[in-house]
C-alpha cells in the first residue's frame, strides 16, 4: 500500500490550496480516506475523511473551509483548502483503512487516534503573510 501526497506549499492567510494523494497498492474505491494534520508541537489531529460509500465527516476547526472528495477512477483523494489560517500551518498526512475512521454525532466528528493501514509521507502547508 503506498499513498503519495502532493500540492502544499504556501499560501497567504484567505487564500486556497488543493492537496491530492494518489493511492496504489490496494482496492482504492474499497477503502476509507481520510487527511489528518499535525503542527509543531502539537498532536495529529483528523481533519476531514470519506468513507468508500461517500460519507463525510470534517473536524469542526475545518468545516465550511475545507472540502474532501475523491475520484476512484484516478485512485486520487483531494482536500480543498479556502480561507486558509495561519492556525492552518501544518504537515497534512493521506490515511487509508479498509475501515471507517470517523465517527460523527450531532454535527461533530471525531477520528480515530489508532493505528490506520496506511499513511502517506506527510505534505507541508504554510500559511503566512
Known amino acids: 500500500v503506498q499513498l503519495v501526497e502532493s500540492g502544499g506549499g504556501l499560501v497567504q492567510p484567505g487564500g486556497s490550496l488543493r492537496l491530492s494523494c494518489v493511492g496504489s497498492g490496494f482496492s482504492f474505491d474499497a477503502y476509507a480516506m481520510g487527511w489528518y494534520r499535525q503542527a509543531a508541537e502539537k498532536e495529529r489531529e483528523g481533519v476531514a475523511a470519506i468513507d468508500s460509500d461517500g460519507t463525510i465527516g470534517y473536524a469542526d476547526s475545518v468545516k465550511g473551509r475545507f472540502t474532501i472528495s475523491r475520484d476512484n477512477a484516478k485512485n486520487t483523494l483531494y482536500l480543498q483548502m479556502d480561507s486558509l489560517k495561519q492556525e492552518d500551518t501544518a504537515m497534512y498526512y493521506c490515511?487509508?483503512?479498509?475501515?471507517?475512521?470517523?465517527?460523527?454525532?450531532?454535527?461533530?466528528?471525531?477520528?480515530?487516534?489508532?493505528?490506520?493501514?496506511?499513511w502517506g509521507q506527510g505534505i507541508l502547508v504554510t500559511v503566512s503573510s
Open positions: 490515511a487509508a483503512d479498509p475501515r471507517s475512521f470517523t465517527y460523527c454525532r450531532g454535527g461533530h466528528c471525531a477520528f480515530a487516534k489508532g493505528h490506520l493501514n496506511a
